[in-house]
């Protein structure tokens, strides 16, 4: 979330924080607390189109056809439809610019005023966070209701990494807020908080939480950066990758909002090599995501 890249040193950052991965690695008891392989693979798949995101140019995520490319003011991704798995796939690209760190450092709240989200009551979030997804608000839903239009029966999947993660949950509400019928699943990694309590009563109330996947990786700092005493909260339902190797059995399904014993149990040491990898996708570094 907070790294301050220019294009191309995210992918130097993460090779030199693999080169230590699972030495540095703090120990973690064992937890008998599997999830099922279906859920799991999941949260493998949309790793990968979280981390192909970050490639400057991605024809083919993952084999898919690309719909549309976003990139409006350091805000970047693409929409992309899978036509075998009924499909449709919003991916936020996470911090690789100066103009993405000066999002992120934008810590204070505000009040949440986005195109199509109405009745937020006293929510409120990362002012930075909801700054990057107005810019391209609009463009996204135009974009997922073109394809629904055609396609109404496909599943909407938003997906993002750090900070977008961050950007992918608030597109997730808009896009919620403007096609109320459409099924539609959120899946983010490395994920900071996004807002304060109210706003994570939003986004359950909404999204639904058996349709959110947040998931968190060992000792990431990322997700426990944005303080509990700043009134920050997190929604949804958390899954765990508590332990190495990567996989359903070493992946916890926690209680919602901050599950105090899972990732919150573990201080925050900011941006650290858990939050460079996820369910062993290296972020940023695989270009062949976008091929095949």
């Known amino acids: 979330m907070l790294f301050i890249n220019f294009s191309g040193i995210l992918s130097l950052l993460t090779l030199l924080s693999l080169s230590s991965y699972g ?3 703090l120990p973690l008891e064992d937890r008998a607390n599997g999830i099922s392989q279906s859920i799991y693979d999941n949260l493998v798949r949309f790793a ?3 981390s192909a995101a970050y490639q400057l140019v991605c024809p083919r995520p993952l084999g898919t056809t690309l719909v549309n490319v976003i990139d409006k003011s350091d805000t970047e991704g693409f929409v992309a439809r899978d036509d075998d798995r009924k499909e449709i796939i919003v991916s936020i690209r996470g911090t690789f610019s100066i103009g993405d760190a000066i999002t992120d450092i934008q810590l204070l709240m505000s009040p949440l005023q986005s195109p199509g989200i109405t009745g937020v009551g006293d929510s409120y979030v990362h002012t930075g966070f909801l700054n990057a997804y107005n810019v391209v608000a609009n463009d996204v839903v135009a974009a997922v209701k073109s394809q629904l239009a055609s396609k109404p029966s496909y ?9 977008g993660a961050a950007v992918a949950a608030l597109a997730a509400l808009g896009l919620k807020s403007a096609l109320p019928s459409a099924n539609l699943k959120l899946y983010t990694y490395g994920q900071p908080r996004v807002g304060n309590a109210a ?3 939003l986004v359950e109330s909404r999204v639904g939480v058996a349709n959110i996947f947040r998931a968190t990786h060992t000792y990431d700092g990322v997700p426990t950066v944005l303080f509990k005493a700043t009134g920050y909260r997190h929604f949804g339902t958390e899954f765990w990758n508590f332990q190495e190797a990567p996989s359903a059995a070493n992946t916890r399904q926690c209680a919602l909002s901050d599950d105090p014993t ?3 149990s573990i201080p925050s ?4 090599p858990a939050h460079l990898v996820y369910f062993g996708q290296p972020m940023a570094l695989n270009p062949l995501l976008c091929l095949f």
Do not use: E
């Open 23 to 25: 030495v540095n690695a």
């Open 48 to 50: 990968k189109f979280s």
């Open 155 to 163: 599943t909407v999947v938003v997906t993002g990494h750090s900070l």
């Open 199 to 201: 706003f994570v009563s």
């Open 262 to 264: 899972c990732s919150d």
């Open 269 to 272: 040491t900011f941006i650290n």
